[in-house]
Each structure stands twice: as C-alpha cells, then as structure tokens.
Nanobody, 123 residues
Framework: QVQLVESGGGLVQPGGSLRLSCAAS????????IGWFRQAPGKEREGVSC????????FYADSVKGRFTFSRDNANNRVYLQMNSLKPEDTAVYYC????????????????WGQGTQVTVSS
C-alpha cells in the first residue's frame, strides 16, 4: 500500500523557518507528481507547491512565492518543503500528496495523501 509520511511541523514565531519532510514507501516518488497542500481551520485545502512528473517544473502558490522552496531527494525517496519568512497566515495542517493521473496542483487531482503535519506561526 502506498504510504506518505510527513514530519517537521511545529510552532514557530513570525519570520522564522521550518523544513517539512515527506517520506514515501512502497512506490517511487519520481514517477509521480508530488504536491504540498495545506488546510487552515474553516478553509478549503489549497495547493502550496507541486512538482510535475512530466518535466520536473515546480508550481508555487502566489502566497508563498519567494519564501517556500520545494525540493526532492530521489535517492532517498523524499521531498521537502523549506518554509522561510513564515507568517501567521501560513498556519495550517500541511499535507504531502502524490498523483499518477495529473500534474495540476489541486487537491482533487491527487490520489495518495499523508496524514498531515501541523504548522503554527505565532508569537
């Protein structure tokens, strides 16, 4: 069974940084589109950053451009989301997801999901 496990969330002050990690098991990440999504209380799940399986291009939501960086480590079957200059509005549960069927960075296009990791940005 395909499995994704996120880690690295926590409480951080505004302006701080966190690095999220997502480990995959029972499948090879570089054969899939991979995305980081987040969901804040009372809001819909949104795509933060996604890497295409076809050309490796990376999408970033406007709200995180210049602050977040998505990277992948194919040798260790992991992906990372480096989050800098964090803001209170970045507070959410962050999910790692994989898709074999689409490279569009929307949650409905992704069929495999991790359990999520909480990120809280607060002073």
């Amino acid at each position: 069974q395909v499995q994704l496990v996120e880690s690295g969330g926590g409480l951080v002050q505004p302006g701080g940084s966190l690095r999220l990690s997502c480990a995959a098991s029972r499948f090879t990440l570089d054969n899939y589109a991979i995305g980081w999504f987040r969901q804040a209380p009372g809001k819909e799940r949104e795509g933060v950053s996604c890497i295409s399986s076809s050309d490796g291009s990376t999408f970033y939501a406007d709200s995180v451009k210049g602050r977040f960086t998505f990277s992948r480590d194919n040798a260790n079957n992991r992906v990372y989301l480096q989050m800098n200059s964090l803001k209170p509005e970045d507070t959410a549960v962050y999910y790692c997801a994989a898709s074999k069927r689409s490279n569009i960075c929307v949650s409905i296009a992704y069929e495999y999901w991790g359990q999520g990791t909480q990120v809280t940005v607060s002073s």
